[in-house]
C-alpha cells in the first residue's frame, strides 16, 4: 500500500502527514500558553494549497469505485495497522483540540485594556457591546481559538493525506493494468 507512494504522491503525503504534525504540535502548546501569530497562522495557511492539491488529485484519478459507489471502509481496511494507528489517533487528537477550543471568542488587545465583543440582546439591530476581561481570561480565550483553527488544519491535513494515498493507489493500479499485455483467444 505505501509502496504505490511514488514521486509526487509520495512528497505530498509525507508534506500533508508533515503539517500534520506541526498543527498537533501547536494544539499541544496552545493548551498552555497561547502561541505567536505567526506561529500557528502559517501552518493553517500552507494547509490549503496542500488539501486543495490533494482534492484535485483525488478527481484527476477515479477513487476506489465499486459498484458505482465509494468503499471507503474497505479501503481502510487494506491500510497497514500503523498508519490506520496514525489516522485513529490523529482524528481524536483533533477532536480532543476541538473540545478543548469551545468558548473560543475573539478577544482582543488596545490601548484600553483587554476585552471581546459581546452581541447585547437588548438591541435589535445586533450591537455588540465591549467586555473588558483580564490578561488570564484573554490569553485562555486567544489559546481556545488558536486550537480550533490548529485542529481544523490537522483535520485536512489528514484527509488530504488520506486522498493522495487513496488517488496514488488508483493511479498504480492503473499502471498495471497497463503494462499488462492483453492475451489473444487460440
Do not use: N
Request: charged share 20%; proline share 4%; aromatic share 10%.
Amino acid at each position: 500500500m505505501l509502496g504505490e507512494l511514488r514521486g509526487g504522491h509520495r512528497v505530498h503525503f509525507v508534506l500533508a502527514w508533515g503539517l500534520c504534525g506541526i498543527d498537533l504540535l501547536g494544539l499541544a502548546v496552545a493548551l498552555w500558553t497561547p502561541l505567536p501569530l505567526w506561529l500557528w497562522a502559517v501552518p493553517v495557511v500552507a494547509t490549503f494549497p496542500v488539501f486543495g492539491w490533494a482534492v484535485v488529485r483525488s478527481l484527476r484519478v477515479p477513487l476506489l469505485r465499486r459498484g458505482g459507489g465509494w468503499d471507503v471502509l474497505a479501503y481502510l481496511r487494506l491500510l497497514p495497522r500503523g498508519l490506520l494507528a496514525a489516522y485513529v489517533g490523529t482524528l481524536l487528537l483533533v477532536g480532543l483540540g476541538a473540545a478543548t477550543g469551545g468558548g473560543a471568542q475573539d478577544a482582543r488587545s488596545d490601548q484600553d485594556g483587554y476585552s471581546y465583543l459581546r452581541r447585547d440582546p437588548a438591541y435589535h439591530s445586533g450591537q455588540s457591546v465591549r467586555v473588558a476581561i483580564d490578561r488570564a481570561r484573554y490569553d485562555r480565550m486567544r489559546g481556545a481559538q488558536q486550537r480550533l483553527f490548529l485542529a481544523g488544519s490537522a483535520l485536512f491535513c489528514t484527509a488530504g493525506s488520506f486522498l493522495v494515498l487513496t488517488s496514488a493507489t488508483a493511479a498504480a493500479a492503473r499502471e498495471r493494468s497497463a503494462r499488462k499485455p492483453l492475451r489473444k483467444k487460440s
